[in-house]
């Protein structure tokens, strides 16, 4: 092997792209996003008639979004955007989460896999974070046995948590750690949202106020649910909010610290060079 030193990873202020996104898993990543927010968004996009239709059968229908969210992982792996250093980190990293958060799930609002989700797609980028979504929220459902048609919406939900935290702008220091606490906050309460509204029609009768009334103006339902998502979760969500800022700000710089040195010493972009080797022209 060449005795010069290997190329840094890419690096983009404090994060490096441990997963990187190409074109095809771009596109992979776009697309389960646009099928997700239709299938979390269906009460107010689809007629009257098949709402009444498909009342019963519309989350098992919807819960085919988990093939796409697995095609993001497929894409990486096949265009080589996930190497074998990746894999060991989502590994650790989506065995880690798995085992927080039945500690606190369910217990008043307190979820304590957010802050992990936060921190890592900060560090990893938003290839990573999205692609650790998926897969820390789909072990946790196997170790808790939480297999179900919510399952796809819990993946995806967290999958943009983790997506968002690697887009992030450039910060130093205690900026940087409330930045995070500040989009930690924000990313708990809409994933809060977005889990009600897929399943708000189904989950409410008879109250004629917050349910969902097929056929009804968009605006009038979207009244109701906020309605609903008040008087029901809101308590819950913002639980899981603070939760996710006292973790951030209590563990945010030791956690930042140990995922950047891991990091650098994996040097996710690095290519190994044997003597004389000679660079090919582009």
Do not use: C
């Not at 992982?73 to 190497?83: S, T, Y």
């Not at 563990?251 to 040097?267: I, M, N, P, Q, Y």
């Amino acid at each position: 092997m060449s005795t010069t030193s290997p190329p840094r990873p890419v690096v983009d202020g404090h994060r490096v792209r441990a997963v990187q996104l190409r074109p095809w898993s771009t596109a992979a990543v776009v697309m389960s996003s646009v099928v997700g927010l239709l299938a979390f968004g269906w009460p107010l996009l689809v007629s009257p008639e098949m709402a009444s239709e498909h009342s019963a059968d519309a989350p098992l229908v919807l819960a085919l979004l988990l093939p796409f969210v697995l095609a993001v992982v497929l894409a990486e792996i096949a265009e080589g955007g996930l190497d074998v250093k990746a894999v060991a980190m989502l590994g650790v990293l989506s065995a880690v989460g798995a085992i927080l958060r039945p500690m606190g799930a369910g217990t008043a609002g307190v979820e304590t896999v957010f802050f992990l989700l936060v921190l890592a797609g900060r560090v990893f980028g938003p290839g990573f974070g999205f692609v650790l979504g998926t897969t820390t929220l789909f072990s946790s459902a196997l170790l808790t046995a939480g297999v179900g048609p919510w399952l796809p919406f819990q993946m995806l939900g967290a999958a943009w948590v983790g997506l968002g935290a690697g887009l992030l702008p450039r910060a130093r220091g205690r900026a940087e750690i409330a930045l995070l606490a500040g989009y930690g906050a924000l990313a708990a309460l809409l994933y809060g949202v977005a889990l009600n509204f897929a399943f708000w029609p189904f989950t409410v009768q008879g109250e004629s106020a917050i349910t969902f009334v097929p056929g009804a103006p968009a605006l009038e339902n979207l009244q109701r649910f906020l309605v609903y998502s008040v008087s029901t979760s809101l308590g819950w969500d913002i639980g899981r909010a603070l939760t996710t800022v006292l973790l951030v700000g209590l563990t945010g710089r030791a956690v930042l610290g140990a995922l950047r040195r891991a990091s650098r010493k994996a040097a996710f972009d690095a290519q190994g060079r044997f003597e004389g080797q000679q660079d090919q022209p582009g």
